[in-house]
């Protein structure tokens, strides 16, 4: 199946099938610190590490979630953490048939001579890093880098992008962890659906040009688009149907079939609204897997639940099983609101 048989080659192949198995998608829970803070300010809740654990842990110990979930994404503070009863939350995933991963990128920063554009950092040391993710359990990774459609995207930002994704993708196969390409294509902005399909085929093109420069192997590779949907300031919302059209038009266009799953973000739409945009992918038959990877469209509701109170931890469970349920239903194209 190889471009290159690296030592993982074979497994990288299973951990990418798992994590796309049917009726299960990914529960992305990697917000940085300072993310997690601002999630936690939500609620009023401090953002130190006690806080932190506790809302974890309530996520990745709620019972049966294994059947709707196949991965979860983790910041590097969590992949080294317990639950309060001292078990190691990547073994409570294990057992639950959860797959572990890891956010492997250290975030964005300005791109000087670009258009007030950003880039991603991470790739120094990212190959030790990586080596000691996969001893602690991590199987998969990510990197997620951005695009601006207000800011141009200019020709600079598209390359820096797809080139950073490329190298991440090639060193994370090295060190056995399968690579979540995501070039986040953001919402913010006022322009059509169509503008949206035009930025989004240019940097998938870009991507794919890279990742095969690079030398990554297509079978053991995920990718987290953006759904492709007007700008969040357009003046028309557009329907599920329409955004699934754009969609898989654009997936088709540049996605090789050998590619195991699409995992997509939920970029700011509301739960409900990620749901069916997903169910709308899922009506007819895809070459690849369509599935989530949810943060907020999972998680939104779960935190208002919770309040940070240890009497509202199973209902705010059972918020996430609604969630994670109603995607798993949508991946299966059987969701009904
Ligand atoms: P959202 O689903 O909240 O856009 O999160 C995306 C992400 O990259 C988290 O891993």
Not at 110 to 130: F, I, K, M, T, V
Request: with cysteine; hydrophobic share 40%; aromatic share 8%.
């Amino acid at each position: 199946v190889s471009i290159r048989a690296g030592a993982y080659s074979d497994e990288l192949v299973q951990t990418a099938k798992s994590v796309a198995s049917p009726g299960r998608g990914i529960l992305a829970i990697d917000e940085s610190n300072a993310t997690c803070g601002k999630r936690l300010a939500s609620i009023g809740l401090e953002n130190d590490e006690t806080n932190r654990q506790a809302y974890r842990q309530l996520l990745l110990t709620t019972p049966g979630l294994g059947e709707y979930i196949s991965g979860a994404i983790l910041f590097e503070e969590t992949l080294y953490q317990s639950t309060t009863d001292g078990k190691k939350f990547v073994d409570c995933l294990r057992e639950a048939k959860i797959m572990p991963g890891i956010k492997v990128d250290k975030g964005l920063v300005p791109l000087p001579g670009s258009n007030s554009e950003s880039w991603c950092q991470g790739l120094d040391g990212l190959a030790s890093r990586s080596a000691e993710y996969y001893k602690q359990g991590a199987r998969f990774a990510k990197w997620r880098t951005v695009v601006s459609i207000p800011c141009g995207p200019s020709a600079l930002a598209v390359k820096e992008a797809a080139w950073g994704l490329a190298r991440y993708a090639a060193i994370s196969q090295d060190n056995g962890l399968v690579p979540i390409v995501e070039p986040e294509i953001l919402l913010d902005g006022d322009h059509s659906i169509d503008r949206t399909l035009e930025v989004a085929e240019k940097v998938w093109s870009e991507v794919f040009f890279y990742l095969a420069e690079n030398n990554v192997l297509f079978e053991g590779i995920l990718l987290k688009p953006s759904m492709v949907t007007p700008g969040a300031e357009h003046k028309e919302k557009a329907s599920p149907e329409t955004i699934a059209k754009y969609t898989l038009k654009m997936l088709r266009r540049r996605v090789p079939p050998a590619v195991p799953g699409i995992m997509f973000l939920s970029g700011g739409q509301s739960e409900v609204e990620a749901t069916l945009n997903l169910n709308a992918m899922n009506q007819s038959p895809n070459p690849w897997h369509v599935s989530f990877s949810y943060a907020r469209a999972l998680q939104n509701t779960v935190l208002k639940t919770w309040q940070g109170r240890p009497e509202n931890v199973e209902s705010a469970q059972k918020a996430l099983l609604v969630r994670a349920k109603a995607n798993s239903l949508a991946q299966l194209g059987k969701y009904s609101a």
